[in-house]
């Protein structure tokens, strides 16, 4: 139908039967077709059909404009009686590229750009742990969790409610309370007394039986307690202050 439609919009009449054949076979892309009918020495020697196979080769009459410059012009021109194999061989090349490059724009469509990947979710920061009045109690599995992790946990306005040793004293935990032990080199002029309220930094510390004996929790009740709760704070004394 593409030959049909090239020859009724130009009204060419083809000077030979075999003329058919060449444009049918070079309409449809058929190299095999081509090379049984010879199409290369034909289009050398039928000026006709080589102006008519501009457009065939196209795949659709508006890329004909992409066809490179006096293609058809040399080749109407160039009509030797016997044509060499060297021409020929030109020949067959450039209608080759040219339809490698015409069916690459008509096959070829601009893929839309991948959405970029959400980012992913960073994972919320661990809240702060913060002893003191007026915060929520911190749980043991949470003090557990911290000391696991090296998580800091922080003293704001943490009321002292006993200082039975020398090494430490106890902190209200809401309606319980937790063992600060004080670390640090030197002699201190810090004195805690119960009923302060203090702010520090410290980190949860992990224990096992018999510490409240070695920080010299000597109450058996008190020293039970230690023991059984397994952690404690350890608060250097250089960041201890009065709130």
Known sequence: MRVEYVLVLRGVELPSDSCRSVLLALSIGDQRRQ???DAGSHLLSCATCAELSEPLLA???VLVGLLPAGVTAWLADMTPPR???RAVSQLAAAATVI?????AILVGRPTSEPEPAPN???????????????E??????ALLAAARADRPVTGRDAAVVAVPADEGFWVANGNGRLWVRLVGSGESDFVVRPGQRLDFRAEAVRHGQGFARQVGVLGRAAARELDQQGLHLRVPVESLTRS
Do not use: E, F, H, Q
């Open 59 to 61: 795949r659709k009459r």
């Open 35 to 37: 090379k049984a009918l």
């Open 120 to 134: 992913p979710a960073r994972p919320s920061p661990a809240p702060m742990l913060v002893i003191g009045a007026g």
């Open 99 to 103: 339809g490698v490059v015409v069916a």
């Open 83 to 85: 044509p060499s194999l």
């Open 136 to 141: 929520p109690v911190v749980a043991t599995a």
